[in-house]
């Protein structure tokens, strides 16, 4: 055996324990009955060392370095540089504060449950400012040029830096908090109220389940289930888990499943010949996001799309009013400051991700004391959104992520909005009338390029290569701000803004 | 740490692997799409792999060495008994052969679904083959007195062998196959016609979860799903998977569900502090069938438990006829020869597994190539059931066990039927008016009754020193022969048979 395929044998065994954790993940937020916890907890945590022990042993190293010389393929070249980077971040950071990070995080995520049911933030303050303590070390061990920040979002979008996503975030930042105020001052006021609703369970599975397949999820080789916060997971190319949730807004389950099915076409779509490798699967998150919003918003907050769809539904769900299609497109479409980030619109959704960009930069230079987070918080939501949340638990202790130790991850989300529309716009460029597509549900033309031009790709190419691929250049806030300016002028009558 | 501990941390591991093994096998046959089938095939390949790597490493031999001065209490003395025969047993076969048959058991498994729903044996033959092959490498690997059959039937039944079946056949042959023709010649013929029908498969589901409740499988340590061949998993004391299916026969999902229950009872039973380690779950397959029996047919199919439940059956099924708890107790007792084992009476079941067990030992010697098991089969049927299955489907591809590569495991089922009654007799004689109880549908007395003397010994102890223990003798065919005689007697009016 050649010590690449030596490697990749070690490769495969890590990636049978990976996958045997998703599953475990998996099925803890779908399935399991209340008494297996304590089982799950035990069993992740030694599948979570053994995977990590395995991919970290010196054997791993010493296979990669002796690799170099056989990879022969660009495929097998592209592999080396990814594992390469793994084993990188891997090793860099020292067991003994990976232990520390996850012990911190299982209390973490208790004590942020908690705190946000009782609305009481100075409960968590000690566990959070520790949780950023860790987050401070563990960036000092990976190492960084500029700023503490690039070595934490460098781990979720490879390449990324805090001057980067400055930018990211200056370029959008007035041209968002303008066109939210011109909505606010619109006499167009789209009403959304017959979304809200007692909806069959049942028919809303169905009903998802048909749009899925109808955007081009491959139910052969996925399927779909309920859980409490929607996720997209999975362990292999042709086996890709999407999980959905019904509750009174009929929108939650609709653009729910548009989204973990835009993330799902993506596993999908990776080369079968990868499948169950380090380059199979999203080559970032920033990318992933792209895919999801692209299904979510692009594609399943148009009115071409449910120019088709909409009979379907009121069919499905006899309680609607009787309603044309412009009025259901505007309450769709609804732009509305509010305070919780995972309910926003496309138009606000990048200014909640600002906030907590902010939060973690001026936490993680000391410049903000933990202590002193809501008041931060709470006027930034003022200055951006113009709201001002009533309470912490709708407030700074609405997010997951801090508890699980994800800090540096929410620009993605932004990147993911912007990248979508610049991907967009070359799809529309090579395939035309897409709108006209979307009125057929032929969605085989866009998957197809789609697939070609991203999800094939897998993670053979650096992110930012990916994109100038795609798209000819870096990432670009323009097609995005273009387009919702459009598309929201459209909406709420706006006259073109001056520039 | 001492070596017992260190010896425990490693069998955690191990219990980790298992456990992550066992629940993608339950999702193969609950949940996973048709696609996962080859990433499956791979993760269990490897997963079986590090856990018999794990398990039989020189380490834990010499942990266990070292523990044995170690061992204070009982329970931990008859850890390492258990993990010295389980140790023995796995060392004895090499790795490559265990990740051989799991690789192809996945694959089998999925080629056993398609040769059955096209009624294709061919496109099976050459992999139940290799499954065969793979099994005498692995008597031989084990070792045995005097017969291949031993080596195999051992694993699932410590002490079982060709012999003990033979006898244990031997005993019961006769006195089968004279009620059967009894039963046959009698005036007194059931018609369970009623029970044949489109059910509603959600009201199923809600009914066959309410009787599972009901005689005390807990729900909040498990849970109930559909799968095409009923089973019960699970990887904890406190998640316990049992799976039903739904047919036009409503006894199907109903008698099936009471089965896995069993099972699933038993597993649920084990004392909590030795959830995840060897020492919880069923001591072997036979006992373990006991129980499913027990509460399928000594509870399920007896008329006190209908006394109950028939009004709620009536209830939910409004199509069901108005009929009386005698007509309904005859219906569910019919005594048929038929082509499907898990659908046979118990009378004929046993009948079914010797078909079974004689072609096990014909393909393993020899004197039967794989290629004419459809013909063995239907002459056995023949024989034995006076019928001849109509095709295949119905034949010799109607079970999974040989492609999952369980090959000596069949006889166990009845013992199990045997054992069934042999426990109970001294339940009944502790309990007295058991009838009553279950008039009544309190069933904590008899479930409390087998949890202290049965399911808390977990594998604590060898099956035949369990069996002695709670019924004071090895396993005897008798109680079994008198009281299905006497039911069977009773419900076709036949004069008790000459002595």
């Known amino acids: 055996m050649s010590n690449l395929e030596a490697l990749k044998k070690r490769l495969a065994d890590v990636n049978a324990l990976s996958s045997a954790a998703a599953m475990m993940d998996w099925d803890q937020q779908t399935f399991m009955p209340r008494g297996g916890a304590g089982a799950r907890a035990q069993h992740l945590g030694i599948l979570g060392r053994m995977a990590h022990e ?3 042993a010196d054997e791993t190293r010493t296979l990669l370095d002796k690799s170099q010389s056989e990879a022969q393929t660009e495929d097998d070249k592209a592999l080396l540089r990814v594992v390469a980077r793994d084993l990188d971040l891997s090793t860099k950071i ?4 990976v232990e ?10 208790e004590k942020w449950i908690e705190a946000r049911a009782k609305d009481d933030f100075p409960s968590f303050a000690s566990t959070l400012e520790q949780m950023f303590d860790i987050a401070r070390q563990e960036a000092e061990y990976l190492g960084y040029q500029d700023h503490v920040y690039d070595a934490l979002t460098d781990l979720y979008e490879e390449g990324a830096t805090k001057a980067g996503w400055d930018a990211m975030f200056g370029a959008i930042r007035q041209p968002l908090v303008d066109l939210v105020k011109r909505i606010k001052e619109s006499p167009v006021k789209p009403d959304d109220g017959f979304l809200y609703g007692k909806w069959d369970e049942s028919v809303q599975a169905t009903f998802t389940q ?22 997209c997971g999975g362990w292999s190319v042709n086996d890709v888990r999407l999980t959905t949730r019904f509750k009174e807004y009929l929108g939650s389950a609709v653009f729910g499943t548009l989204h973990e099915a835009g993330h799902g076409m993506y596993e999908q779509g990776s080369p079968q010949e990868w499948d169950l490798t380090p380059l199979a699967g999203g080559v970032s998150l920033g990318v992933h996001e792209s895919q999801s919003r692209t299904w979510e918003n692009i594609v399943g907050r148009s009115k071409p799309f449910w120019k088709r769809y909409l009979p379907q539904l009121r069919a499905m769900f006899p309680d609607l009013p009787e309603l044309d299609l412009t009025t259901f497109y505007r309450a769709i479409n609804k732009v509305q400051p509010s305070f919780i980030r995972v309910e926003a619109d496309e138009v606000t959704y990048n200014l909640h991700v600002m906030v907590r960009f902010e939060v973690e930069c001026a936490i993680l230079t000391g410049e903000l004391k933990v202590q002193d987070l809501p008041d931060f918080w709470n006027s930034k939501y003022s200055e951006y959104l113009g709201v001002t949340p009533p309470n912490d638990s709708l407030g700074c202790l609405q997010d997951v992520h801090w508890s699980q130790a994800s800090i540096g991850y929410f620009p993605t989300y932004s990147m993911g909005n912007l990248l979508s529309y610049q991907i967009w716009e070359c799809l529309v460029r090579d395939l035309g009338d897409v709108d006209a597509l979307m009125e057929d549900g032929n969605f085989e033309p866009v998957l197809g390029w789609l697939q070609e031009k991203v999800y094939r790709a897998g993670r053979k190419y650096k992110p930012a290569e990916l994109m100038t691929m795609v798209t000819g250049r870096p990432l670009d806030p323009q097609p995005y701000l273009r387009n919702i300016t459009q598309k929201y002028e459209g909406i709420y009558g706006l006259a073109p803004a001056v520039v």
Chains 1, 2 share one sequence.
């Open 210 to 231: 048909y749009l899925a397949k109808e955007i081009g999820f491959d139910f052969n080789r996925g399927r779909q289930d309920t859980a409490p916060h929607p996720f």
């Open 54 to 56: 395995t991919f970290t």
């Open 100 to 109: 520390k990070k996850l012990r911190l995080a299982a209390i973490a995520h």
């Open 94 to 97: 020292p067991s003994a504060l």
